[in-house]
């Protein structure tokens, strides 16, 4: 998926723990590590508010268009 | 620690009032399942271990008919034979107290529980369809057994019949629909 998620840099950039942005934003360390890898379908808004709000950034620095091959679920 | 707007508070409350009602009424239903099971199946063996000839051939369709008594080892036959239907209901009716018991354990959108229900309506269907060659089967089984000199063969198809094959269908159609609600379900889940 051309869509590259940049969550991953930006807790590392802050030296902030997985585990304290999960607790913050209220889901699983499982879930926060699949949406540091990009595996999942999509983010709420109300997720993504949290966590923008905890890191002090905007949504667009934790999400980047890379132009590429598309794959089977980008048609979703 | 999750954040919710004044709005999604309403919105939750409402969802949470109808999960509670659903899971005590699944649990209403799913007693009133097995004990209807067992009700049908111990009102049956009284009927035809009790019931008087007379009334037994009326209500195959052969009242005019003059009649002997019916000996036991008939009337076990015909029990069986009055089972064959309502053993497919019974099954339906298990399949379906299966579909109230995950209702009541907040498992809605599984294939199983959808398995359950679509198990309900097939057995209904198969309850519709067997119950008029069920009948067909005891007046002929009476008529032997009973009448002297004539063989009677009653094929009934009721209102009851088309209107239990409609209900089949409409929960048939349920749960495909429900189907269709447990893929979004899936979907939603790989929303963080």
């Not at chain 1, 923008?52 to 132009?67: A, K, M, T, W």
């Not at chain 2, 097995?34 to 209500?59: C, G």
Request: aromatic share 8%; net charge positive.
């Amino acid at each position: 998926m051309p869509i590259r998620v940049r969550l991953a840099v930006m807790l590392a950039e802050r030296h902030v723990k997985s585990k304290d942005l999960a607790e913050y934003v209220g889901i699983t360390e499982a879930n926060l590590s699949l949406l540091k890898q990009g595996k999942v379908k999509g983010v709420r808004f109300e997720t993504l508010e949290r966590i923008c709000r905890f890191l002090e950034c905007q949504p667009g620095d934790l999400l980047r268009y890379e132009d590429g091959p598309r794959t089977e679920t980008d048609g979703d | 620690m999750k954040s919710t707007t004044t709005a999604d508070v309403p919105a939750r409350q409402d969802r949470q009032r109808r999960l509670r009602r659903m899971r005590v009424l699944s649990a209403v239903m799913a007693a009133a399942c097995i004990t209807t099971s067992a009700l049908l199946t111990a009102a049956m063996a009284f009927y035809w271990a009790a019931t008087p000839t007379r009334t037994l051939l009326s209500q195959a369709g052969l009242a005019d008919s003059p009649a002997t008594e019916l000996d036991g080892a008939v009337r076990a036959l015909a029990f069986v034979v009055a089972m064959l239907p309502l053993a497919a209901l019974i099954y339906g009716l298990l399949s379906a107290r299966r579909c109230f018991k995950a209702f009541v354990a907040g498992d809605v959108f599984s294939r199983r529980t959808i398995g359950h229900l679509m198990a309900f309506a097939v057995a209904i269907a198969a309850s519709a369809i067997l119950k008029p060659f069920a009948g067909a089967v005891l007046s002929a089984l009476l008529s032997a057994s009973t009448v002297t000199g004539t063989k009677t063969l009653a094929f009934h198809i009721g209102s009851d019949t088309l209107i239990a094959l409609i209900f089949a269908g409409t929960f048939a159609i349920i749960a495909w629909v429900m189907t269709e609600a447990a893929d979004l379900s899936d979907e939603n889940k790989q929303f963080v």
